[in-house]
C-alpha cells in the first residue's frame, strides 16, 4: 500500500459525487486539475470515485467527504482497500461530522469523529491517506493529529490563514470556493446566492465560522449580503477568478478546489478557462 498523502496539485474541483461522469472526469483531468473531489456524502461503497478512477489515468480523487453518520467505518475501510488496490496511491479519503440539522443521530460530533479515526486506524486506513472537513480551530487540530490534513468547505482566504495557523507547516489544507464565471456582478450573485443560502447560511456550523471571520448575523439573515457573497463565491472573467484562488495559497493552502455554480449547468468551460488563467 502506497502510505504517501497524494500529490494534490495545487488546483482541484468540487463537484457532486454524483455529477462527474466519465467524459467530464477526463475533461477535468487533460484541463490540468490535480484533484477531484467528490461531495454531496458517497456512500461506504465509494463506487462513484471507483467510477472516477476508472475514467482517468493519474488525477487523485477525494471526498469532500463521506458523511460520519451514513458511512460505517469498516466499511470506508474495505472500500478504501478496494481502491487502493486498483488505483494505488489516487484516492483520498475525506470524511466530516455533517450537519446537526441534517442528521437526527448527530450528537457530539468531536467524540464520534475520534472514534470513527479509531475504527479507520483499526481497518488500516493510513493517517496519510485521509482528511477531515474541519472549520473551527477544535476540529482542525484534530486534523492535525491524526490525519493528513484539513479540506474546508464554504471559507475565505482569512479562514485559510487562521487554519494553517492551526494544522502547523506540513499538514494538506485544501480549502474548498465557489465560483461564477460571469463579469456582470449583479448576474454573478444571483447565480451564487442560493446555493450558498440554501442550506449553508441556515447550518450552524458555517454560521458560527462566518461569525468567527467577522460577518453579522444581520449580514449572514436574509440571503447573504452582497459583501458575503462576494466573499463566498468568486466571480468575474477567469484572470480574475484565478486570483482570488490564488488568494489562498497565498494565505497558507497548500491546494484549492473550485466549485463552479450553478451545480445544474455543464462546468466543463469554467474549468478549462479558469485553469487555463490559475496554472498559466
Not at 127 to 148: C, F, I, N
Not at 170 to 192: F, M, Q, S, Y
Amino acid at each position: 500500500m502506497t502510505t504517501d498523502t497524494p500529490d494534490l496539485g495545487t488546483l482541484g474541483i468540487w463537484r457532486g459525487h454524483s455529477a462527474v461522469p466519465p467524459e467530464l472526469a477526463r475533461t477535468i483531468e487533460s484541463s490540468g486539475y490535480g484533484t477531484i473531489w467528490l461531495g454531496g456524502s458517497p456512500p461506504s461503497d465509494l463506487a462513484t470515485a471507483e467510477e472516477v478512477l476508472d475514467a482517468t489515468e493519474s488525477v487523485v480523487v477525494a471526498t469532500g467527504i463521506v458523511n460520519i453518520w451514513s458511512a460505517a467505518a469498516p466499511e470506508i475501510a474495505e472500500s478504501f482497500h478496494r481502491l487502493e488496490k486498483k488505483h494505488p496511491g489516487r484516492f483520498l479519503l475525506g470524511i466530516g461530522a455533517g450537519h446537526p440539522e441534517a442528521v437526527q443521530e448527530y450528537q457530539k460530533p468531536y467524540d464520534a469523529l475520534v472514534n470513527y479515526l479509531d475504527a479507520l486506524d483499526e481497518g488500516g486506513v493510513p493517517v496519510e491517506r485521509r482528511v477531515l472537513a474541519a472549520l473551527g480551530p477544535k476540529v482542525l487540530k484534530l486534523s492535525a493529529d491524526r490525519t493528513a490534513g484539513a479540506h474546508p468547505y464554504l471559507t475565505t482566504p482569512e479562514h485559510t490563514a487562521e487554519a494553517r495557523a492551526i494544522l502547523g507547516p506540513d499538514k494538506v489544507l485544501a480549502p474548498e470556493h465557489k465560483v461564477v464565471l460571469e463579469t456582470d456582478p449583479v448576474k454573478a450573485r444571483e447565480i451564487g446566492r442560493p446555493p450558498v443560502n440554501n442550506p449553508y447560511l441556515h447550518l450552524r456550523n458555517y454560521t458560527n465560522n462566518l461569525n468567527r471571520l467577522g460577518y453579522s448575523d444581520e449580514e449572514i439573515g436574509n440571503g447573504g449580503s452582497d459583501r458575503l457573497i462576494d466573499a463566498l463565491v468568486a466571480h468575474g472573467d477567469a484572470d480574475a477568478i484565478a486570483a482570488r484562488l490564488r488568494q489562498h495559497l497565498d494565505a497558507g493552502a497548500s491546494h484549492v478546489t473550485l466549485h463552479s455554480l450553478p451545480d445544474n449547468a455543464d462546468p466543463s468551460v469554467t474549468y478549462r478557462e479558469v485553469a487555463a488563467a490559475f496554472l498559466s
